[in-house]
């Protein structure tokens, strides 16, 4: 009957498909039952007591002048004890074991893991796989029983990461980079999500992660390696812009460096350089001068390539491009 008014609810985290989920719903469930030792003889003792000694039962012992019992005292502070030093040992424990920063052992040594890089944008999810150097938008297509790496990052405000049938949750923040390791143990598809209020957009940050065999999933890279269209610097400051609903799009050739740069940007100044947006300083990364220059060359709020363009033989000179020198002037 509990579960009546939550029918509108999904219970993901009951239906785990990799084994961090797993562990975690197991945690819950026996947290749940040791603390219900303790819920359930209060409300069952609480109805004895309303009835047993209700004004007509005349029956029942009258003890005005009672104050203390010894047995009562030694229940009431011995079973809750045990029961909080069990708990405290167990989460401890699990805590540890599924620390988020903590590589997952592969099933099989001919199964390395998989790594993306996450950037929460405004309001939609890049995913971009460093080894395959091919990006994803709102979708997440992993290999079935192989280790993923997670490292996360956002381009702007604070969001959270979340495959609830896969595992844990992790913030990402401008910046800096979190991590998270996760397993799926059956092919399918499953719902993730920004976990964490991130304003107007934040209820249309949704994704699917889809896991497939390995097969699959090497054709799925060969298809994405394959896709006309690029992810360079000018696409992603296109794409950082906000907005919401963002439809699922597929790039190849994505920009060397692209998720440290995006990292690198809010780092503040560094020894040497120029001057970049929002008083950061070109670093000699060249990912993070292109993204830089390619947000810093707007006119009336679009990007003006030819702008862009001109900058890059003053970049490669060393020198500090004329957009960047007009923000310090």
């Avoid at 707007?298 to 003006?304: A, E, F, P």
Wanted: glycine share 6%; net charge negative; with cysteine.
């Amino acid at each position: 009957m509990a579960m009546v008014p939550m029918s509108g609810c999904t219970m993901e985290l009951f239906d785990p498909k990799g084994s961090v989920g797993e562990q975690e719903k197991h945690l819950i469930l026996i947290a749940l039952g040791v603390m219900l030792l303790v819920v359930i003889p209060v409300i069952v003792l609480t109805l004895v007591f309303f009835w047993r000694y209700r004004e007509t039962n005349t029956a029942a012992t009258y003890s005005p002048k009672w104050s203390h019992s010894t047995r009562i005292e030694v229940v009431v502070w011995t079973i809750p004890v045990i029961i909080v030093v069990a708990l405290a040992v167990m989460i401890w424990e699990t805590t540890h074991k599924l620390d988020p920063y903590q590589p997952i052992e592969p099933i099989a040594a001919d199964k390395p893991p998989v790594r993306v890089e996450v950037v929460a944008l405004n309001w939609k999810w890049l995913f971009i796989y460093p080894d395959y150097k091919v990006a994803t938008v709102n979708k997440l297509v992993l290999p079935v029983d192989t280790p993923v790496e997670f490292k996360i990052t956002a381009e702007s405000l604070m969001n959270a990461f979340f495959i609830p049938q896969l595992g844990s949750m992790v913030y990402a923040m401008s910046g800096m980079q979190t991590k998270l390791h996760l397993i799926a143990n059956e092919t399918g598809t499953y719902a993730g999500m920004s976990s964490a209020y991130s304003g107007p957009g934040f209820s249309d940050m949704h994704f699917k992660a889809h896991v497939t065999s390995q097969s699959d999933f090497d054709k799925w890279v060969r298809q994405a390696q394959a896709v006309p269209d690029t992810l360079d610097a000018r696409t992603y400051v296109k794409l950082e812009q906000p907005g919401t609903a963002a439809p699922v799009a597929i790039y190849a050739n994505v920009m060397p460096g692209l998720f440290d740069a995006v990292v690198g940007k809010y780092m503040g100044p560094m020894d040497g350089g120029a001057q970049g947006m929002q008083g950061m300083r070109v670093s000699g990364n060249s990912a993070i001068d292109d993204i830089i220059a390619a947000a810093n060359c707007r006119v009336d709020g679009q990007l003006d390539s030819r702008a862009l363009l001109a900058q890059r033989p003053e970049r490669e000179a060393g020198a500090q491009p004329a957009s960047q020198r007009a923000l310090t002037e």
